[in-house]
Each structure stands twice: as C-alpha cells, then as structure tokens.
Nanobody, 122 residues
Framework: QAQLKESGGGLVQAGGSLTLSCAGS??????SGWFRQGPVKEREFVAA????????LYAESIQGRFTISRDRTRNLMYLIMNNLKPDDTGVYYC?????????????????WGQGTQVTVSS
C-alpha cells in the first residue's frame, strides 16, 4: 500500500497560521482526514472530508479555527489552520479510508502519511 505525504508543518507563534498539504489523499475516493498526536497524547481526530461531495466534520477543539478542503483535480487535501494555540502542537497526519463510517476513528483509515510537525509557541 502506498502512503500519503504531508507538507507545510513548522514553528509558529500563538495566533499565527499554517496550511498543511497532503498529496495522494484521494486514492480511496471516499474518506480523507487529518489526525494529530502530541508528546503525551493519543492520536486524536482533527477533521475529515468526503472526497467527492465535500462533506466536512471537525473536532470540537478546532471548530471555527481550522478548515479542511480538497482539490480533486490535483489529488491534494489541505488543512488551513488559523489562530493556532500551543495545545495544537503535535505531529499531524493525513489519512485516507475506503468508507465513510466512523470518520473520527483511526481504524477507519488504511492509508497514512509519515506526519509533519507543527509547533506553536506561547
């Protein structure tokens, strides 16, 4: 199975913005999403989008600050992050899955990127 590839991570001050990209996110043609994991946290759901229709779902912790989108012609997915907080710090993973069920569960996704580090300073 081929993996996805994230880019765009980095260091940003609180209140700043970053945009993450994911190449190859449309390979299942169904479900794509973003997860993150901090040093002392379990992997948590961030946002998901259905590839064709574009239905989105966001975690409560980032509601109103992050936007997930995809470009079907370029096979790219984005996570636009605004008003970043120190608690947003972590490794961000993009993923794709074959169904639309249980969008917040990592087990629903079978293709993953290697992760990109996002660090938000206070």
């Amino acid at each position: 199975q081929a993996q996805l590839k994230e880019s765009g991570g980095g260091l940003v001050q609180a209140g700043g913005s970053l945009t993450l990209s994911c190449a190859g996110s449309g390979r299942t043609n169904w479900l794509s999403g973003w997860f993150r994991q901090g040093p002392v946290k379990e992997r948590e759901f961030v946002a998901a989008i259905t590839w064709n229709v574009g239905t989105t779902l966001y975690a409560e912790s980032i509601q109103g600050r992050f936007t997930i989108s995809r470009d079907r012609t370029r096979n790219l997915m984005y996570l636009i992050m605004n008003n970043l907080k120190p608690d947003d710090t972590g490794v961000y993973y993009c993923a794709a899955g074959p169904t639309r069920n249980k969008q917040t569960q990592p087990a629903s996704y079978n293709f993953w990127g290697q992760g990109t580090q996002v660090t938000v300073s206070s």
